[in-house]
Nanobody, 125 residues
């Protein structure tokens, strides 16, 4: 599967952005999808994860209540709605896909097999 992330940009603190990640190839609905981010000089970290049929989600504590992950399997797309953005949210955001059948949501980047190219999100104060 190939992943193409988009929707990043420059926004003021308190603003909103919606990231999209379009997947090519078959069987998108069989992948667990995740959003990760990496800020300059920092380790990559998980932001949010969504199960195959949207029944389960996971959010990092730092984004709970502000970000929402969703997916549209008919459109082969996963979204990340980001509200109340803070300068600390500034990073390159990546989408990733995990094809394994698991009973839990993977939150480590090393568990994901496919990655998009990343989209820059910059939040100014």
């Amino acid at each position: 599967v190939q992943l193409q992330a988009s929707g990043g940009g420059l926004v003021q603190a308190g603003g909103s952005l919606r990231l999209s990640c379009a997947a090519s190839g078959r069987a998108f609905s069989t992948y667990v999808m995740g959003w990760f981010r990496q800020a300059p000089g920092k380790e990559r970290e998980v932001v949010a994860v969504i199960s195959r049929r949207s029944g389960s989600t996971y959010y990092a504590d730092s984004v709970k209540g502000r970000f929402t992950i969703s997916r549209d399997n008919a459109k082969n797309t996963v979204y990340l709605q980001m509200n109340s953005l803070k300068p600390a949210d500034t990073a390159v955001y990546f989408c990733a896909a995990d094809p394994r059948e698991l009973k839990w949501l993977p939150v480590a980047g090393s568990e994901y097999s496919y990655w998009g190219q990343g989209t820059q999100v910059t939040v100014s104060s």
